[in-house]
């Protein structure tokens, strides 16, 4: 089976930046993901990362190690709009499925 | 705007009775996935259908079923509905091919169900 960690709750100073760290443990790993999902909204992409190393989105960067199983979601120049709960999602393995398995989620508080 | 669409919005039914979820896929997406997302459990994902054929199941219970029509919409049907079923359902879509445009998934608006 497949599971991930995540922190429950990460607590930050708009402007600072903010790493939420993921550990998973799955077979057939393919690929790592990021999304971001506010209150009473539905999930939105935000990242992938399917080969070692770091991935930027303008403030917005991922990290992963496959060897470590380990991935990390690095939000900088934080804004109240980050507020939000951060989920990473494992895709894993299956022709032609592409099926992902979320971690619990991050909720991101970022205060003045 | 993700260009998925879910219909209802909410639903409020008794324990016992069965009710269908719709979801409509982005244009052009072949792929629906069908996730359920509880405030104890997070999104756990239930079913996926690639253009009319299941593709992959996931902790999807029997008393859940899912259907993927030839316009490509699919519906979620859940029966002998029980207090635990309360949730958001989501519904998302992808499309198939190459690159990093196969690993996102377009999350619908989802459909609030409650059970009393």
């Known amino acids: 089976g497949q599971s991930l960690e995540q922190p429950s709750e990460v607590t930050a100073v708009e402007g600072a930046i903010v790493q939420i760290n993921c550990t998973y443990q799955t077979s057939g790993f393919y690929g790592l993901s990021w999304y971001q999902q506010h209150d009473g909204g539905a999930p939105t992409f935000l990242s992938y990362n399917g080969l070692d190393g770091l991935e930027e989105t303008g403030r917005f960067s991922s990290f992963l190690s496959r060897s470590d199983s380990y991935g990390y979601l690095l939000l900088q120049e934080l804004q109240m709009k980050d507020s939000a709960s951060y989920f990473c999602?494992?895709?894993?393995?299956?022709?032609?499925?592409?099926?992902?398995?979320f971690g619990k989620g991050t909720k991101l508080s970022v205060i003045p | 705007d993700s260009g998925v669409t879910q219909t209802p919005k909410h639903l409020i039914t008794a324990t016992g009775q069965r009710v269908t979820l719709r979801c409509s896929p982005r244009s052009g997406d072949l792929s629906v996935y069908w996730y359920q997302q509880s405030l104890d459990q997070g999104l756990q994902f239930l079913i996926q259908y690639y253009n009319g054929e299941e593709r992959a199941k996931g902790n999807i219970l029997e008393r859940f079923s899912a259907q993927q029509f030839p316009d490509l919409h699919s519906e979620l049907n859940l029966s002998s509905l029980e207090l635990g079923d309360s949730a958001l359902y989501f519904c998302?879509?992808?499309?198939?091919?190459?690159?990093?445009?196969?690993?996102?998934?377009?999350f619908g608006p989802g459909t609030r169900l409650t059970v009393l």
């Open positions: 998302a879509s992808s499309v198939e091919g190459t690159g990093t445009s196969i690993n996102e998934q377009f």
């Open positions: 999602a494992v895709r894993s393995s299956g022709a032609g499925s592409y099926q992902l398995t």
